[in-house]
């Protein structure tokens, strides 16, 4: 590693909100961030209000908050009109007794209303649960209950697979396209909206109280709810001003969905806590798609996933030479490595650098990043944020020389850390263990000039297409079929996808491993869990690799995958 020479592409920006790194590291200071917020005279908070309202107030009501397209609709609103719609769905919630603390799930596809409901839901103190439209029955349940939700906004058609009957304490389904009769505890969303009142009472809150619920995956059991409160705000506006470089007429474009965690912090306050323009896509879109949306919204800030950008790149460069993409100025990326390469291909085809940040669910908030006026090294994360302090440490929380490959830590505690682990304080407590550190479960080491490089994670979590999947939740389910007795499920190296996720099963006395099972065992886990869970690869072996303890070894699994030596087998069973 430490012979490494890295090549370097110096700053191309020549405007830009944060001068100089180095500068801004030194001096920085959180507490004067929170004095540019209105917050800070009353003490008492809503970042519904600040990333919306505050704009009426401050006489930009008429400039356009949201563009909205897909397949069928093509919309535009106005920060004045996502004020009025917010503050509608907040009166809707308040009629059904929903209040301040109660858990507000929202699992819809993107379209405006669900940024109407959750900013709604927001407003009047209650804590959301955006939920990707992707999940199925059993893995909506699990989160629902885990949450304790009281209500849900859904589709008619998403609907299908909440189960409302098995949870007791949900107890408003509002329909949004609802149709004909409703059952009980089923609300239309639209008629109600039709008819509640543009004013509201905002609920004003504390900093610590709770805001949004985003559950991710572990390695082991069920996945986590991870809680953020408002206070991470400060660092939210913060971040949209010198990570994502954002000005109030600047077009900005979040690929992500809101039911991960960049699709609400970026997607949501980051672009609305600066006043700026913020460009949503819905559906499935092609790479036509993609530059035709930057082209015609005229996007000027990109923030996408190295997926998306191997995908463009697979796509060809003369694609990019039908489109006009001559108003994006800057570019990002997060969620999984970004090999330097495709930084090199995007200053061939789009004449920028794409800068990489790297930070988690848990974290709340972009924590290493590369930034417009800083030089970049190609596969780096880049630089802490000032007023973060990132460290790479041992397993007993020293911290280790330059070039050294160790533990991805931060130092606790920061604006957007999690609050909590919904349910489970052990588990809060895990990344708290080595004190003063937060420890990600990523491994990296930094450089001689400070910058940081992602090596890879320490536990067996898979990243596809920079979506978190737990191997133990995929097993779960995959031992639910009845052809399979055992199965390990690990992450296989793909150039597209960052890592596809690959099972091996052992299978049940009088079962036959089959092209015609494969197809069926896939499918269980996609119609059980959720598309991007169900594995690309299945292989059948008559054992698995496990532990005397009878734990299945991924870490064999994965070796003999990648023709690796398997390591120490001293605990594996004979
Ligand atoms: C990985 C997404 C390399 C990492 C915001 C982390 C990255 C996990 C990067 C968090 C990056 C995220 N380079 N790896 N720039 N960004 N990761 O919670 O393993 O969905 O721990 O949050 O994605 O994924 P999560």
New binding site residues.
């Given amino acids: 590693m430490s012979e490494k020479t890295h090549e370097l592409i110096g700053v191309l920006a020549t405007q830009y909100n944060m001068k100089d790194y180095d500068e801004a590291y030194a001096t920085f200071d959180w507490a004067e961030v929170e004095k540019e917020l209105s917050w800070s005279t009353t003490g008492k908070i809503n970042v519904a209000y600040e990333a919306i309202d505050r704009h009426v107030d401050t006489g930009r009501g008429d400039h356009i908050a949201l563009y909205y397209s897909d397949a069928t609709r093509d919309e535009k609103y106005t920060f004045a009109e996502l004020k009025a719609l917010s503050n509608k769905f907040g009166n809707v919630l308040k009629k059904y007794g929903v209040k301040k603390g109660d858990r507000v799930f929202i699992f819809m596809p993107r379209s405006p209303e669900l940024y109407a409901a959750l900013l709604g839901a927001v407003k009047i103190g209650a804590i959301v649960g955006p939920l990707f439209e992707a999940f199925m029955e059993g893995a909506v349940r699990d989160r629902l209950e885990d949450a304790g939700a009281i209500a849900i906004v859904t589709t008619p058609k998403l609907q299908q697979r909440v189960p409302v009957s098995e949870l007791p304490e949900l107890q408003h389904v509002f329909l949004v396209g609802a149709e004909g009769e409703l059952a009980p505890k089923e609300i239309s969303f639209d008629a109600e909206m039709k008819d509640a009142s543009e004013d509201l009472e905002i609920e004003w809150v504390d900093r610590e109280d709770g805001l949004v619920l985003h559950y991710?995956s572990g390695s082991t059991g069920k996945p986590k709810g991870v809680l953020h409160v408002h206070n991470a705000m400060i660092q939210h506006y913060q971040t949209g001003k010198w990570i994502l470089d954002l000005r109030p007429d600047d077009v900005f474009w979040c690929t992500a969905d809101p039911g991960?965690?960049?699709g609400t912090a970026y997607g949501i306050w980051g672009p609305w806590l600066q006043g700026a323009t913020s460009v949503i896509r819905g559906g499935r879109f092609t790479p036509e798609d993609w530059y035709d949306t930057l082209q015609r919204f005229n996007v000027t800030v990109w923030y996408s996933a190295p997926t998306a950008f191997r995908m463009l790149m697979g796509a060809g460069d003369d694609l990019v030479k039908k489109f006009d993409l001559s108003s994006v100025r800057h570019i990002l990326?997060?969620?999984?490595?970004?090999n330097a390469e495709v930084v090199r291909w995007g200053m061939k085809v789009y004449g920028k650098r794409i800068h990489?940040?790297?930070?988690?669910?848990?974290t709340g908030g972009q924590m290493i990043s590369n930034y417009p006026s800083m030089p970049m090294k190609p596969g780096s994360?880049g630089k802490p944020f000032p007023g973060i302090y990132a460290a790479i440490v041992d397993n007993e929380g020293n911290e280790l020389p330059p070039n050294t490959m160790g533990n991805l830590a931060i130092r606790a505690p920061w604006p957007s850390m999690m609050r909590k682990i919904w349910n489970n304080p052990a588990k809060y407590e895990e990344y708290f263990g080595l004190k003063p550190w937060y420890i990600?479960?990523?491994s990296a080491y930094k450089d001689e000039d400070g910058y940081f490089w992602?090596q890879g994670?320490i536990d067996d979590?898979i990243?596809t297409s920079?979506?978190?999947v737990g191997p133990f939740e995929v097993e779960s389910k995959l031992v639910e079929h009845p052809a399979v007795a055992e199965a390990g499920v690990i992450g296989k190296p793909d150039p597209l996808r960052g890592e596809v996720i690959k099972a091996f099963i052992a299978l049940r006395e009088g079962y036959e491993p089959t092209d015609e099972l494969i197809a069926e065992i896939r499918e269980f886990v996609k119609t059980g869990l959720a598309a991007h869970a169900a594995p690309r690869e299945i292989e059948f072996r008559d054992k698995l690799p496990k532990t005397r303890s009878g734990k299945i070894m991924r870490r064999v699994l994965k070796a003999w995958e990648l023709g690796l030596p398997t390591g120490d087998l001293s605990t594996m069973e004979d």
Avoid: K, Q
Avoid at 333 to 338: C, D, K, Y
Avoid at 356 to 362: A, C, L, P, Y
């Fill in positions: 991710t991960w965690v960049t990326s997060v969620g999984e490595p970004l990489d940040n790297w930070w988690m669910t848990e994360m990600s479960g990523d992602f994670r979590v990243n920079g979506e978190r």
